[in-house]
């Protein structure tokens, strides 16, 4: 049972802009927080951005502060992630989670979507 999709990935010139977006099943959305991890070919995954639901609280990996932004639309079910003024090193697989409660885990995943910025 497939619970978080991701979508939005694709090619963009440095400089560009993408979109990410995150569809949730109804009982993964109303999880405590919500994440965008990525992982860049031969690296390690990584903290991106997350927003906490009921306060709607976010933070930020330093290398993109000022640039991404987390938002979600609760008629939707859905996260995003918008990316300005992107760099090659923001090449990456971009995957959404789910922690379900405070303290746990990032226990629900997406099955990521390829984001390639090129220079």
């Known amino acids: 049972q497939v619970q978080l999709v991701e979508s939005g990935g694709g090619v963009v010139q440095a400089g560009g802009s993408l979109r990410l977006s995150c569809v949730a099943s109804?009982?993964?959305?109303?999880?405590?927080?919500m994440g965008w991890f990525r992982q860049a070919p031969g690296k390690e995954r990584e903290f991106v951005s997350r927003?906490?639901?009921?306060?709607?609280?976010?933070s930020y990996a330093d290398p993109v502060k000022g640039r991404f932004t987390i938002s979600t639309d609760n008629a939707k079910n859905t996260v995003y992630l918008q990316m300005n003024s992107l760099k090659s090193e923001d090449t990456a697989v971009y995957y959404c989670?789910?922690?379900?409660?405070?303290?746990?885990?990032?226990?629900?995943w997406g099955q990521g979507t390829q984001v390639i910025v090129s220079s």
């Open positions: 927003i906490i639901r009921s306060e709607g609280s976010t």
């Open positions: 989670a789910a922690k379900e409660r405070l303290g746990g885990p990032y226990n629900a």
């Open positions: 109804e009982r993964i959305f109303s999880s405590y927080s």
